[in-house]
């Protein structure tokens, strides 16, 4: 009951108590963190329906992975310039304004693949340089959203929360849009799936009015600055390396795990329903993560992720088949996202400590993706550089390789109780990045 009255309070418009609305008690999250937690809830329906098939409909129309790898270089390649837009926009005016932008594109994006229907495959690195537009502004917009809206005590739990509900949205669209395809005739199920997630949206931009603006005497957009702070903050750079080699088994698994479950299935509505299961999986992930306090061992938790990928990985050597996908699958559902909330609450944890007092969030949130699109980029290029299709011997392999280098990141996260160590420095709050 507290639960369902503190939501209608959020959206009626109503305070959450005499605090303001940036103001933090315990490790609570705040009104306009609810609020972020929704519209991207909303955002995700429209994305799982969306982008769960893209991929797919690419590799429907060309059965061709060196298109669909070429697609996801240019869509990662491009995503980090895509950022340092978007972050400049944000200093300039507003993060929301970024956030907001991005939506709009994303959904201009899916309706010109609806009208360009077959022909998304002749101009399919036009249609890449537009995707990494619009998911380089929003992503810009939130991942600063996400710092402005938590703080150290209630960061984790936020990261936490943000993945249960990212996922638990992200079972709504593989299911809807899995039925919706078998519908269907040929490729026309993918248009209808493309046009509700417009719809979604449309949804999480009007809600996303409910984030106030910040007013900020500070626009001074700080991105040449950047190997200055490297020098100065030797702890934040390794920071930046570890979502470097995260992106180096990440950037694989954002596009061929769906190709490798639908040759394995052969229906599009059995990858929807495995992509539920992979997101229950994940939601179970946030669930515990959220219910633990003691957070303090990154690199501990770093490493379990690292060997768990790496030995499911492992299976596939043995062979490609359904059910050795499947078992990778679930292991990496379960463990992966635990080095992701890690590495970002860690990186988050770093930012408090910059200089210039949170007002350089807006440049970490940037280089962060530069750092982390390359690892993507180089992953992606080895892929389909070493293993011209899905049924090629030396995917396994390449695979395997870079799941081994995900053990690099426990190399850049320090140990327990060592985030940082300069005791005569205080951590910048929320308030004076605002």
């Excluded at 690419?58 to 697609?71: C, K, M």
């Excluded at 849009?177 to 209808?192: A, D, E, H, P």
């Excluded at 996260?413 to 990045?433: F, L």
Aim: hydrophobic share 50%.
């Amino acid at each position: 009951m507290r639960f369902r009255e503190r939501w209608v309070r959020t959206f009626s418009g109503q305070g959450s108590g005499s605090g303001s609305e940036g103001d933090f008690s315990g490790n609570g999250l705040t009104k306009e963190a609810y609020v972020a937690l929704f519209i991207h809830g909303c955002f995700q329906i429209g994305a799982s329906m969306s982008a769960l098939f893209l991929n797919l409909y690419l590799w429907r129309l060309t059965e061709d992975l060196w298109i669909n790898g070429v697609f996801n270089i240019i869509l990662y390649g491009m995503t980090p310039f895509a950022f340092a837009i978007g972050g400049w926009i944000a200093k300039k005016r507003d993060r929301m304004v970024t956030y907001r932008l991005g939506i709009v594109l994303i959904a201009l994006f899916f309706l010109a693949v609806i009208f360009s229907g077959r022909r998304v495959a002749d101009y399919y690195p036009w249609f890449a340089l537009f995707y990494s537009i619009a998911l380089g502004l929003y992503w810009t917009g939130y991942l600063v959203l996400m710092y402005d809206v938590t703080d150290e005590r209630s960061r984790s739990k936020y990261l936490a929360t943000n993945m249960i509900v990212f996922n638990g949205a992200g079972l709504i669209g593989p299911v809807l849009s899995g039925y919706v395809i078998r519908m269907f005739q040929g490729l026309q199920g993918y248009i209808v799936t493309f046009a509700i997630a417009c719809i979604m949206f449309a949804t999480a931009s009007l809600f996303s009015t409910r984030i106030r603006n910040i007013d900020s005497a500070r626009r001074s957009f700080y991105l040449k600055y950047s190997l200055l702070m490297m020098k100065k903050e030797p702890d934040w750079l390794r920071g930046l390396f570890s979502f470097f080699f995260l992106g180096l088994f990440q950037g694989i698994m954002l596009f061929l795990p769906n190709i490798l479950l639908y040759r394995a299935v052969g229906r599009e509505d059995w990858v929807g329903l495995l992509a539920v299961l992979f997101s229950l999986l994940t939601m179970l992930t946030g669930f515990v993560i959220s219910r633990r306090r003691d957070r303090s061992n990154a690199r501990g938790e770093v490493l379990l992720s690292s060997v768990m990928v790496f030995a499911a990985a492992a299976l596939l050597l043995a062979e490609v088949s359904a059910w050795t996908v499947i078992a990778f699958m679930v292991v990496f559902s379960l463990f992966n996202p635990l080095a992701i909330n890690t590495l970002t609450s860690y990186y988050y944890r770093l930012m408090d400590f910059l200089p210039l007092r949170g007002h350089f969030r807006i440049e970490s949130v940037v280089l962060r993706e530069f750092f982390l699109n390359a690892g993507r980029v180089i992953s992606i290029w080895l892929l389909i550089l070493f293993a011209k299709d899905p049924m090629s011997p030396m995917l396994p392999l390449v695979l395997v390789a870079s799941a081994i280098l995900q053990f690099g990141m426990v190399g850049m996260v320090k140990g327990n109780r060592a985030v940082i160590t300069q005791s005569n420095r205080k951590p910048c709050d929320n308030a004076s990045a605002q």
